[in-house]
């Protein structure tokens, strides 16, 4: 498997030297910079290809682009989309023409990656991501004043949500409305509660079965000229896999995937298996999911998640939390020697320690919310420890 780093760009505070010391080969990144549905011109790309092989000494390469983000249009499904998938398409073939060849991206309506708490406490002094059920609903019901928001929640884990906002100060709701945007990851789209209303709002509309058909849309649209330029998509499930704020979500479970392969066969669409987000959905069995979906597997964001029963979750240590991560790593040996076996010449599956806790000199350093450099560097070293044995054991390609 490739050993990637997720890399913001040349204003990382943790720098390329830093990623190789970690012990990566692969950066993944994106332009971060391009406001969202703008073309991705080959001099912008080929500048930031050089800067990631600035140093040859490093012998690092860009293999994975994180994200190509979709307009808000395509999901809406409304206004003239053509001119949007012709960009996007462009920007694939611009990527291949630079040599980036996988290109992962999201169908989340209007948020990313959602939490309540950017430092939780762990034993110790570290710190890790939580989602709070509780301080949701507060959000939802009291903040947003979401219309029927109150039947979204359990009357248990409103009552909770009601006795935190009754304590809450103005510091405190601010910093959970910043929480819950922080999951954004450019500058651009970050919402205030007025903002969200709006965006909301657009989306009033839009159901399940509605966004899983722009979602298939899209895919019909721009995997064809993927599969020509020779590249390789990779939804990224949604964080966490349930609606949120009565938005639909489409992509957090098996019967979602079985979906989307089955709506558009194209092999250029495929999948980044996130053991993190789908961890956190009931019910979804990551080792087996990872098994049923092998072929379409084009990315790994390995981490895990300790679920609790009022649907609060926790991010664990990468080996740790609900998910068998061996069992999953060994889903993906197994397919990889499977493809080398057929010949493929692309048969590694690149994956990166995705987010990591807060831990010893991380704290008080000005990164990524999720992305400090020990928590990843621990758990890349102990995904590799995985990898190497589980592959030595089974005799699998590594
Ligand atoms: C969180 C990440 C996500 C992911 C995008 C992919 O840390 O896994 O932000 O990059 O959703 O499009």
Redo the contacts with the bound molecule.
């Keep these: 498997m490739e050993q990637t780093w997720r890399w913001w760009g040349p204003a990382d505070p943790i720098t390329l030297s830093h990623v190789r010391q970690a012990g990566a080969s692969g950066i993944v990144t994106a332009l971060h910079d391009v406001p969202t549905g703008e073309l991705w011109t080959v001099e912008a790309i080929a500048e930031r290809r050089r800067a990631v092989e600035a140093d040859p000494a490093l012998g690092l390469r860009w293999s994975v682009v994180?994200?190509l983000p979709i307009p808000e249009a395509i999901k809406l499904g409304q206004g003239p989309l053509e001119p949007l998938f012709a960009t996007y398409r462009q920007s694939i073939r611009n990527l291949a023409a630079c040599g980036v060849n996988t290109i992962?991206?999201?169908f989340?309506p209007v948020l990313?990656?959602t939490r309540t708490e950017l430092r939780a406490p762990l034993p110790g002094g570290g710190t890790a991501l939580r989602f709070n059920a509780h301080q949701f609903a507060a959000f939802d019901c009291l903040m947003l004043e979401r219309c029927g928001a109150e039947a979204d929640h359990s009357p248990e884990v409103l009552a909770r949500g009601r006795a935190w906002f009754a304590q809450a100060t103005e510091a405190d709701k601010q910093t959970l409305v910043d929480t819950i945007m922080a999951?954004l990851?450019g500058a651009f789209d970050r919402y205030d509660i007025p903002g969200l209303r709006t965006m909301l709002a657009r989306f009033a509309g839009i159901d399940r079965a509605a966004l899983r058909a722009n979602l298939l849309h899209f895919l019909r649209n721009v995997a064809p000229a993927a599969e020509e330029a020779g590249v390789r998509l990779a939804i990224?499930p949604d964080?966490p896999p349930r609606p949120l704020l009565g938005l639909p979500r489409v992509v957090g479970s098996a019967e979602d995937l079985y979906a989307i392969f089955a709506g558009c066969e194209s092999p250029a669409s495929g999948l980044?298996l996130?053991t993190g987000?789908l961890g956190a959905g009931v019910g979804n069995d990551l080792p087996a999911i990872a098994r049923q979906f092998a072929s379409r597997i084009y990315f790994a964001?390995l981490r895990n998640v300790a679920k609790e029963p009022d649907g609060s979750f926790m991010e664990a240590e990468h080996l740790g939390g609900d998910t068998d991560m061996v069992a999953v790593v060994t889903a993906l040996l197994e397919e990889q020697t499977r493809r080398k076996r057929a010949g493929e010449d692309r048969w590694r599956i690149p994956f990166r320690p995705?987010?990591g806790h807060e831990l010893i000199y991380d704290q008080g350093r000005p990164t990524h919310p999720?992305y400090p450099v020990i928590g990843r560097l621990k758990g890349l070293a102990e995904l590799r420890g995985v990898i190497t044995a589980v592959a030595a054991l089974k005799g699998l390609a590594t």
Excluded: A, F, I, V
């Design positions: 994180e994200s992962c991206y999201n989340m990313d990656w999951g990851p990224h964080d980044t996130c987000s964001h995705d987010h999720g």
